[in-house]
């Protein structure tokens, strides 16, 4: 059996319904994902799958920018090269993030990989919801038309304000699976967003009554018959309340869910369809984690520990973080939060999962910076070599 195996991080260490208006921009991605020679001992196709982020700053503020996503990658053969980006910005304020990402490289037989990004104007009142959903069509190479099944994942986000940033009460990215269209050798599949900004924080301004938001969501298609792959929906939950009293800690379950048992899978993983973040109250954010960890496969079982957490406020935010003059001045609120997830559990006939994580340290010095400044933004090249291989008889 072809087990999970784990990249070496080896980077940094992280620090501990109504409708409104929307706009979609469709970035047709023609990314190239090329099958090996024949004489590689390698299996037809590898891909790379998000897996969720940690994020934290040193102390609680409305989010400018926040996001984690993977923005494109090429297999070829026994390696892979990708681009992973995660996005930090705290307004007026100058903060240091730390943060996770994950990420998990697939290599399989009978699958074809069809990543790609959408851009979403999100505008509003505060206080109003924004709920939008759109239809993405993507172009099939023959290898991909007419499969038994078309499963899309969610490959990451990045939300970025445009205008001075609120406090986040709810946001929610679904995708949807997709179905073929014979006339024009297409998958089609939705894309459903829902949001609400609010502020009752002086950094907002006293003037601040709209919300305007860029949202950049990464997703990925999958293509493949029932012989090379199986597919099974999930989803998992929590709901938690803070006071102003106890420091809310994580401490994340880990999971175990059940495959197939009618057919022998040789690896697996679970990726995201949806994520959902709902707070009581609109509130300033110091934590926020949308993460698979640690996902093992073996007999039919895949395991792993699903970590959703938000924190509004911890004891050191006001005399241990990156801009002192500032954190004095933070506040803390009580609240409930329910943050939930659709997940896909994936197993493969023949293939085999590798994880990989990336820890990185971002410092926003703000100066009137925009939220689109390079120094909002930390991106990362991985240059991957991948241990699956198939050894052919």
């Known amino acids: ?44 196709s590898s891909f790379v799958v998000w897996q969720g982020f940690q ?13 984690d996503y993977i923005e494109w990658f090429k297999c070829k053969g026994d390696g892979c090269a990708a681009r992973l980006k995660h996005s930090s910005a705290s307004a007026k304020r100058p903060d240091a993030t730390g943060f996770r990402s994950f990420y998990s490289v697939v290599s399989a ?14 505008r509003g009142k505060n206080g109003q919801i924004v709920n939008a959903e759109h239809t993405v069509k993507v172009p099939l190479p023959p290898e991909a038309r007419g499969a038994d099944k078309y499963v899309v994942l969610l490959s990451g986000f990045d939300l970025t304000c ?4 609120d406090q986040i009460e709810r946001f929610s990215i679904s995708v949807g699976d997709g179905f073929y269209s014979r006339s024009d050798s297409s998958m089609n599949f939705d894309v459903s967003v829902f949001a ?5 924080s002086g950094e907002c301004g006293t003037r601040n009554r709209s919300y305007d938001y860029q949202l950049t969501i990464s997703y990925l298609a999958l293509a493949a018959d029932d012989a090379a792959m199986h597919s099974r929906g999930l989803s998992i939950n929590r709901a938690y309340f803070w006071d102003r009293k106890f420091e809310t ?24 369809k ?9 509130q300033n954010v110091l934590e926020w984690n ?33 801009s002192l003059k500032h954190s004095r001045w933070t506040k803390k609120k009580a609240g409930l939060a329910e943050i939930s997830a659709d997940l896909t559990l994936l197993e493969f006939t023949e293939g085999c999962v590798e994880n990989g994580t990336v820890n990185g340290r971002m410092r926003w010095t703000a100066k009137n910076r925009d939220p689109d400044a390079d120094e909002a933004l930390y991106r990362k090249g991985l240059t991957l070599k991948l241990k699956c291989q198939k050894s052919k008889p």
Request: charged share 20%; with cysteine.
């Open 109 to 122: 037989n009978g699958v074809t990989a069809l990543p790609g990004l959408l851009a979403f104007e999100l």
């Open 55 to 67: 994020h934290r700053w040193t102390y609680n503020h409305p989010p400018a920018r926040i996001g």
């Open 196 to 200: 609400r900004f609010d502020c009752k």
């Open 249 to 272: 800690q994580n401490t994340p379950p880990r999971q175990t869910f059940v495959g197939d048992t009618t057919k022998y899978y040789t690896a697996a993983l679970v990726a995201f």
């Open 162 to 165: 445009r205008e001075k940033p």
């Open 274 to 282: 949806r994520i959902t973040f709902i707070l009581s109250r609109p």
């Open 1 to 44: 059996m072809h087990k999970n195996r784990n990249f070496e991080p080896g980077l940094f260490d992280a620090y501990p319904p109504r409708f409104l208006s929307m706009h979609v921009v469709i970035a047709a991605l023609g990314f190239w994902l090329a099958s090996p020679s024949a004489s590689a001992q390698m299996y037809e």
């Open 290 to 322: 949308m993460a698979l960890m640690g996902g093992k496969y073996e007999k039919g079982k895949y395991t792993v520990t699903p970590d959703l957490f938000f924190k509004q406020w911890s004891k050191t935010m006001k005399k241990r973080s990156a």
